[in-house]
């Protein structure tokens, strides 16, 4: 994923009266071109194109992202300092969009992917931008998903709205509240394919994500822009920043993309926030950022899933859990942001090895391998030691002749049920939540399934006097509310 400039001035003056008849001349490429004898050229095409050859398993998003319409369809005249599009400037601006995506394949052999038509517009600012309303962007939105459409480019996605907030309490401002506002306008809802944020303003991590994530109402969530910014601690300290951001927004936010603002950049004494910095005597800087980063871009692939958990606990560790499409991996992602401390992690069925990554403020831990360990097939769980202000990655790898599809679940922690005695010779209670419809189900750890029945009884009574000795996985689903519970049970 990779996500540049829209620039304003690649139409810097109208190029006629009608936005329906686009007269390419009066387009200006520079920014985009690679010309050394101009002070204006970015070299945009070029570094996209370095980018992609480079890039080992390619990019599936391509975003160009538009800070701001060129100066003459701005209610203040420039390009910078907020400012609004002028009123019926819509079809002008969807033109210029279109504009650029047709432009930078036929000149750059570049496919823009989705396109975002605006950048914080919740957020007033000196600088390249533009203050759309909820009710402004949403003419926009409309307009441009007509003019994609009508243009034979229904495959770009459209990007929005990409706010400097996740949520907030002024209905004005905030991702959720755009979202909240505009998704009230069923074709607004209908031209947004992506909803993107930023989370510059949850500096702790206090974000209601969830509020988002219910706002989007089934859309994917972007993180399309995300920093520390003007950071001087480049420590685990800073790190912890992003960690929280990406393992809170997966978990309660319904993210399914995240991007750092920005890759490189070169080190400055006031403080810097990308990955990558460089010096100007050639040193590379790599913060600890950056090796956290590693975690989740290395270590979860395309493709895999969001495994269903708690963010955090009382003791400061957050979990991310992720598995791949084809099930023989599941990654474990555990921050401590606290002190060192033991922590008992649950094997998933299947396991037969695991590795483990590190990252501390230690020099020599920055993304290191511990090695990899076998796992007795009979040891459910095990104990790890967390150390302070770390983020520790477990790569399960799965046997799948030794996993059951009937494992596939996502246990409930509002779903309690009572189970005595444990361990048991011949019967096992439960007590369930209420009067309802539930299967039960036990497994033993082959994944041979030696019970499954109904009931609808808050009481049940499970005859295991025939079981040999040994334990067994106790699977409960709740027919009603579609929740799920595991216990292990062991018979004596």
């Known amino acids: 994923m990779i996500r540049f400039f829209v620039y304003h001035d690649l139409e810097p003056e109208n190029d006629n009266d009608d936005p329906y008849s686009l007269d390419e001349s009066q387009l200006d490429w520079t920014r985009y071109d690679s010309d050394p004898n101009s002070w204006r050229t970015r070299y945009v095409g070029e570094a996209l194109q370095n980018a992609f050859s480079q890039s080992v398993n390619g990019f599936d998003h ?19 300092g907020g400012g609004t599009l002028i009123s019926g400037g819509e079809s002008e601006f969807s033109e210029f969009l279109v504009a650029f995506l047709n432009g930078m394949e036929s000149r750059y052999g570049i496919e823009v992917t989705a396109i975002s038509p605006t950048n914080e517009p919740d957020y007033e600012v000196s600088y390249e931008s533009m203050n ?44 959720t509240n755009y979202i909240n506002t505009m998704f009230e306008n069923s ?18 991590h206090n974000a209601n994500w969830n509020a988002l994530k219910v706002a989007a109402n089934g859309k994917p969530v972007w993180v399309t822009e995300s920093a ?98 084809d099930e023989s991996k599941v990654i474990v992602q555990i921050f401590n942001e606290g002190n060192e401390k033991d922590f008992s992690v649950d094997v998933p069925l299947g396991a037969i090895s695991v590795e483990t990554f590190l990252t501390t403020n230690n020099d020599s831990e920055e993304f290191s391998s511990l090695g990899i360990n076998e796992i007795d097939y009979y040891n459910r769980y095990f104990t790890t030691t967390l150390p302070e202000l770390s983020l520790t990655s477990l790569v399960f790898d799965i ?43 036990i497994f033993n750890l082959q994944g041979q399934k030696l019970i499954d029945w109904f009931s609808n009884n808050k009481e049940v009574l499970i005859d295991i006097s025939k079981f040999q000795k040994g334990t067994y996985l106790l699977k409960i689903n709740s027919m009603t509310d579609k929740k799920t519970v595991t216990k292990k049970i062991i018979k004596q």
């Open 399 to 441: 046997d799948e002749s030794l996993s059951n599809s009937e494992f596939n679940f996502v246990n409930n922690n509002d779903f309690q049920v009572e189970l005595f005695p444990n361990p048991a010779e011949d019967q096992l209670n439960l007590i369930l939540p209420d009067y309802s419809n539930y299967n039960i189900k």
């Open 187 to 204: 074709a607004v809802e209908e031209a947004v394919d992506i909803v993107g944020t930023h989370t510059y303003a949850d500096p702790n």
């Open 228 to 325: 520390n910014l003007n950071s001087t601690d480049q420590s685990m300290t800073d790190a912890a920043n992003y960690i929280k951001w990406i393992i809170r927004g997966f978990n309660e936010g319904g993210v399914t993309a995240y991007m750092l603002h920005l890759f490189y950049e070169e080190a400055d004494n006031n403080g810097y926030s990308s990955l990558v910095a460089w010096t100007p005597t050639g040193e590379i800087i790599l913060p600890k950022r950056y090796h956290s980063f590693k975690h989740f871009a290395n270590l979860v692939k395309k493709d895999y899933s969001l495994i269903s958990s708690a963010s955090s606990d009382e003791d400061g560790v957050f979990v991310a859990g992720f598995i791949s499409d």
């Open 132 to 175: 759309t309303t909820p009710s402004e962007l949403s003419s926009i939105l409309i307009n441009l998903n007509a003019r994609l459409s009508n243009s034979g480019l229904d495959n770009i996605n459209i990007v929005s709205p990409e706010c400097f907030r996740v949520e907030s309490q002024n209905s004005g401002t905030s991702a």
């Open 62 to 80: 391509v975003i160009g992202n538009c800070n701001s319409a060129p100066a003459w369809l701005k209610t203040n005249g420039q390009h910078n």
